[in-house]
């Protein structure tokens, strides 16, 4: 039978893997709203953290010829906020807030001159990122020697896209270059799930649903030469995908857990971020299949304060030509201290990226290949609950 250190320590320990291991998500994927927070055994708990990932990505060619660009794609922050709020004994609802997907890339003047010479517009930043603001509750019952939990809740979702345009950089006196903007203020979606959890045994088997979002930018606006006076109209609109989790955990002997997930991630609903400048139709191609991601981790209670993990992580590339998004592989770990009132998680992980390309006639701006490269991540967060 597990002590009581085992059930309240590392029964977080799930948790606390997935700050161990976002070094480089798949796809755009970034963070997932905190709601495992409904499981804490407290009517009141409140979790605040961030992580910030390095990703190291660069090209070997462009065009082909060789790229000294370096990397070109940029590190980030994910935040993450949830609270707890115990209604009854068996009613419990969170609110949580986080930025599930985003990418950001600053391009060299290499990659600048494919994309020209190969009849593009040769964009320098590119990015974009959303904020979920979520509300999901938690109904649970007797079942067995556990509780079975049923989980639902929407979730508001807005979306912001830049792109530098910066022909000048090449065509000294172009006319043509200028900053385009995108925004949708808000799109709602839902997720759905279950649990069965039997406490005793750290024993924990979940799996939770979360709905695909379109997004459609009515207003936005393209600046022209970037002098804030000139503005063409523009319009665009992308879906981002759905997803379903299945995650497992249970004790296997005195301190120790193993711990593991499943992800699948629609990501083939994303072929192209479709968009229009002062009546001329333009895409970004992705031409994307389904990601999955697959998880595995053990975890121990060192002492009554003192809780650790580590975890290997794969996730497929979804790429199939139209850009670089490869296989990775995670190595994550993490802590979990008792410390003041409450408790305090950190967490690192390393991704190995490897190698790919795409290509003009798959649907990139222009041909390129990329080695293998590595991306980085630190994390922490801090809970009080009671």
């Known amino acids: 039978m597990i002590n009581s250190i085992f059930k309240n320590g590392v029964l977080t320990v799930a948790a606390l893997a997935a700050f161990a291991s976002v070094a480089q998500a798949g796809g755009f994927a970034r963070g997932e709203a905190d709601t495992d927070i409904l499981f804490d055994a407290d009517d009141y708990a409140f979790r605040a953290g961030a992580t910030y990932v390095s990703p190291r990505r660069e090209f070997e060619t462009t065009g082909g010829v060789a790229n000294n660009d370096g990397v070109y794609t940029e590190g980030y922050w994910i935040p993450s906020i949830a609270a707890k709020i115990g209604v009854s004994e068996n009613f419990a609802c969170a609110l949580t807030y986080t930025q599930p997907f985003g990418a950001q890339a600053n391009y060299g003047m290499d990659a600048r001159m494919a994309a020209i010479a190969n009849g593009n517009n040769p964009y320098g930043e590119k990015g974009f990122k959303t904020n979920e603001y979520g509300a999901t509750c938690d109904v649970k019952f007797d079942a067995g020697k556990g509780k079975l939990h049923l989980l639902g809740g929407i979730f508001m979702q ?33 997720r759905l799930g279950a649990a069965y959890e039997i406490t005793e045994y750290a024993l924990r088997v979940s799996l939770m649903y979360r709905s695909k979002i379109k997004h459609e930018a009515d207003e936005g606006s393209y600046d022209v030469m970037d002098l ?7 319009t665009g609109y992308g879906t981002l995908p759905q997803s379903l989790k299945l995650s497992a955990q249970t004790g296997v002997a005195e301190g ?37 991601t697959v998880q595995a981790g053990v975890a121990h209670v060192f002492t009554e304060k003192l809780t650790g993990t580590v975890n290997l992580t794969w996730d ?16 994550g770990a993490g802590i979990q201290a008792k410390l003041g009132p409450g408790d305090l998680r950190f967490g690192g992980g390393v991704s190995y990226l490897t190698s790919g390309s795409q290509s003009a006639s798959k649907g990139a701006s222009y041909d390129a290949t990329a080695g293998n490269d590595w991306s980085y991540a630190i994390s922490g967060s801090y809970k009080i609950s009671f």
């Not at 590339?317 to 990775?328: F, L, M, S």
Request: glycine share 12%; hydrophobic share 35%; proline share 2%.
């Open 158 to 190: 807005d979306f912001s896209y830049t792109a530098v345009n910066e022909l000048d950089t090449i065509l000294p006196g172009s006319t043509r270059h200028g900053t385009l903007r995108l925004e949708d203020d808000s799109a709602i979606g839902y």
């Open 228 to 234: 804030g006076s000139i503005f063409l109209p523009a």
């Open 256 to 292: 120790w857990l193993v711990y593991g997930s499943v992800k699948w991630t629609d990501w083939s609903v994303l072929d192209a971020l479709n968009y229009n400048i002062g009546g001329t139709d333009f895409r970004d191609a992705y031409n994307w299949k389904d990601g999955w």
């Open 316 to 331: 497929s590339g979804v790429g199939t030509g139209a850009d670089i998004n490869t296989d990775t592989w995670t190595l």
